[in-house]
């Protein structure tokens, strides 16, 4: 309890602002797709992270940290909830989501009309630990839930994004580690713009289900449900 205010109440406080902040950071970054000058990307081939070069590019690093903030809202919500333990690798994952948002922001990619740099360096290592992170992160909490019936549906809700998320960042993985066989540079390979999108778009997904669970959870339970123990025992979360 902080300030008098139950876990119950700010658990939902934390969702519903985690839920609106993700949702509003969303939206800004998906605006660049449609509005001039960033129009003209190619969403198939071109990462996101060129937004940032344009004379909009604040608009893609505040929509980034506004989607880092509600995470991290997400986050709370899942502890006070007791959903999550705060000292945890399903906690540990959920965070490293947010920093590595933070980081891509604050390191932005290559920019190849120059070259190389070591910002760009430090971007790609972000952006792979906050994309790996997450789905990982969100699967160990479906696995300490598993086997709760009242959490089934939430489980699956949280699972699935998350594995979809999984093998389109598979799809990266297996075109980088194929370079030596192809002969052609990793990104040429696949179509890197719509392959990432397809992965951020899940990556979100995870975390608006995340904040739906944490929601659920601190309504407390419905007639004729058993309540959730507060926080999962099993080793693995």
Known sequence: MIGGMPSAALARTFAAAGFAAVLAGVLAVSALHVLPPTAAISPIRRTISEYAYFETGWVFNLGVLVLAAGSLAVFAALAYARLVRPASFAALGLLLWSAGLAAVVYFPKHDWSVGPSTHGTIHRMASLVAFVSLPLGALLVTLMWRRERRW??????????????????????????????TGLPWWDVIPLGFVERGLATFEVLTVLALGRWAWRASAGPRDGEVAAEPVAQPSNG
């Open 152 to 181: 089934r549906g939430s489980v699956w809700l949280t699972a699935i994004p998350a594995l979809a998320a999984l093998a389109f960042f598979g799809v990266i993985a297996g075109a980088y580690l194929l370079t030596p066989y």
